[in-house]
């Protein structure tokens, strides 16, 4: 899974917390 899409992995998770952080 990592190995497939390690490019879509990282942009994932820093949208992740970032909208979390504009909707606390």
Do not use: F, G, W, Y
């Amino acid at each position: 899974m990592t190995r497939t899409s390690p490019e879509l992995a990282p942009p994932i998770k820093v949208s992740a917390p970032h909208q979390r952080d504009n909707k606390p």
